[in-house]
């Protein structure tokens, strides 16, 4: 484990809550007994536009302060944005978080699923939350959700503990965020293809 | 004493209110907001101790911090890039009236055009207004350096601003030892400068001098800025017996045998030390303090390591003369019977530096055209 960093870069629109999903992802890898850092890239955001957050959780407090080109895991809170930039610099051996399910447009790239060496997973997220009731407005709020899902496929942190950790940063429906947590760990599945029309 | 996962603007404000303070004046501006929130959080949950007033700009934040001052009052602000340019005159102003006033800065590029990355250009353009000025390469740094530069300005008298990387280090969370209140105030004490306004007491204060009482009183600004090194060693004593950490006005790290150091300031500084296992024979001069500028310290790790090459990253440049920082070593290093050779790597505009950077560049030999000045769009 010398030296070992993992980093991931996570894609989703201002108003997704993803630069506090990642400090809570990184809070909760720091209590499960790791070093880790969040932190993101800020440019004119508002509601909609895209945003990037990035962590890395390693053994060591020392950890480079530069971006993170070369993710092992790219977390796409909302697959309606286009651009392969998201997928840029995905590690051969990287994993890809997709919040998409049915009714999505389909706008992942296919030959990432021609890449034998990523594992893919997705999660409805956008459904689970509006199941709990988690939105402004019509703008549903999946990022309790996507950190469920983000605990299961990295293995880095543990549900319990992710859970302490959202407890203690969410003032508001924490109940159904608990839930939607829950739900995005138990519900997240590997593809082979991005599913939009059955799931 | 407990490690809280905290931003770099988190540990900047939860410091100040941990040293306490009888007032904050500040305006918010990006990335340096999020202090501003944290800091009027404290005043809302009555935690704050003192003041906070709400300000109609920078300009106004700084003099009513030097009006709090004259009174001997301990206070506290903060600003970025355009907020610290438009506060020029008033910082010119506190250092020489001797107010003891302690300023955050966080790193962020000057217009035009608009732009939020964090290069260093706002500090450095107030090099020559008589504050100190330490430069954090993370959280930890940057809470311990705000209770230490409380110490520093009251101690001499002379305002200190504590500097450190916006995003990669204001918006980053990590992991920071955050001491108490009372262990801090411990080491701090209650704030004990004379004041020069006392109420009742009518006077005149900063009336018209000559120039030579003028001179007079710039060669005490810096005769007593030159102290700095024997205080801040001895401040890192007490540091060190009461949170178990301490640090030097530079932190070099040079493996034995190498003949060549990355000299860098701020979020940089972490990215190279990160590096240094990959990078053969280079060591690592961080600096800390850039005024007092530390020529002396510089010279005796270059002396004693035999130091042949110097690599300096500016995440800023002087356009017309080049990076800053390795403007000001060329300077120090003059005196040196056989200086290295300095080299530029210019990150203008606040650009990222990766270690893959540092690879590429160190490759470069000494016969390539541009050795001496790179910039971070070539790589």
């Given at each position: 484990m010398d030296r070992q960093i993992s980093e991931f870069r996570l894609h989703g629109r201002g108003g997704q809550g993803i630069v506090i999903a990642a400090s809570v992802f990184a809070e909760a890898v720091f209590r499960d007994g790791h070093y880790a850092r969040a932190f993101s890239l800020f440019g004119a955001?508002?509601?909609g536009a895209p945003v990037t957050a990035f962590i890395r959780a390693g053994t060591?407090?020392?950890?480079?302060r530069s971006r993170i080109y070369n993710p092992d895991c790219v977390v796409v809170f909302?697959?309606?944005?286009?651009?392969?930039t998201l997928y840029a610099?995905?590690?051969?051996d990287g994993l890809l978080l997709l919040n998409a399910g049915p009714?999505?447009?389909?706008?992942?790239?296919?030959e990432l699923f021609e890449n034998q060496s990523y594992r893919i997973y997705q999660v409805d997220a956008r459904e689970i939350a509006w199941k709990h009731k988690l939105a402004i407005g019509s703008f549903p709020m999946v990022n309790t959700v996507m950190l469920g899902a983000m605990a299961r496929v990295s293995g880095l942190v543990s549900i319990d503990t992710l859970l302490k950790s959202i407890k203690q940063r969410v003032s508001a429906s924490i109940d159904a965020n608990v839930k939607a947590t829950i739900d995005g760990y138990e519900n997240v599945e590997e593809v082979s293809g991005f599913v939009t029309g059955t799931i | 004493m407990a490690f809280q996962m905290i931003s770099g603007s988190q540990a900047a404000a939860t410091a100040v209110q941990r040293v306490g303070v009888d007032l904050v004046a500040a305006y918010p501006i990006t990335p340096q907001t999020a202090i501003v929130e944290a800091l009027a959080d404290f005043s809302a949950k009555g935690e704050l101790g003192g003041e906070f007033v709400s300000v109609e700009s920078e300009y106004a934040a700084l003099a009513c911090c030097n009006g709090a001052a004259a009174t001997g009052a301990r206070v506290f602000t903060a600003t970025a890039s355009h907020g610290l340019a438009y506060m020029h005159e008033m910082i010119h102003w506190c250092s020489g009236a001797r107010f003891p006033i302690v300023m955050v800065n966080v790193n962020r590029t000057i217009g035009a055009p608009w732009c939020l990355d964090p290069d260093q250009g706002d500090s450095l353009s107030?090099?020559?207004?008589?504050w100190l000025q330490l430069y954090c390469a993370n959280a930890q740094e940057v809470f311990d350096m705000v209770i230490q530069a409380f110490i520093i300005a009251e101690e001499l008298l002379l305002p200190c601003m504590v500097v450190f990387d916006g995003f990669y280090i204001s918006h980053t969370y990590e992991a920071v030892d955050v001491a108490d209140a009372d262990q801090v105030r411990k080491l701090v004490g209650p704030p004990a400068f004379a004041p020069q306004v006392i109420p009742g007491q009518p006077g005149n204060l900063h009336g018209l001098s000559t120039g030579e009482t003028h001179l007079k009183l710039v060669k005490d600004r810096h005769q007593t800025m030159l102290r700095l090194p024997v205080l801040f060693n001895k401040i890192n004593k007490a540091f060190a017996k009461q949170f178990g950490r301490s640090y030097n006005i530079l932190e070099t790290q040079i493996p034995s045998g190498a003949k060549r150091a990355i000299v860098a300031a701020g979020a940089t500084a972490e990215t190279v030390r990160w590096a240094l296992p990959v990078l053969a024979d280079t060591g690592l001069i961080q600096l800390?303090?850039?005024?007092?500028?530390?020529a002396a310290e510089i010279r005796q790790v270059i002396e004693e390591n035999e130091l042949t090459e110097l690599l300096v990253v500016d995440r800023n440049c002087s356009v017309g003369m080049g990076g800053i920082f390795a403007q000001e070593l060329r300077s120090a290093l003059y005196e040196l019977p056989k200086p290295p050779q300095v080299r530029s790597l210019i990150l203008a505009g606040g650009v990222d530096l990766t270690e893959q950077m540092l690879v590429d560049l160190l490759q470069t030999?000494?016969?390539?055209?541009?050795f001496a000045l790179r910039w971070g769009d070539e790589f």
């Open positions: 955001e508002r509601r060591e407090r020392l950890m480079p909302d697959a309606t944005i286009s651009g392969s610099g995905l590690k051969d009714g999505w447009p389909e706008t992942v790239p296919q | 107030q090099r020559d207004t008589g800390r303090v850039f005024r007092p500028f530390p030999t000494g016969n390539e055209e541009n």
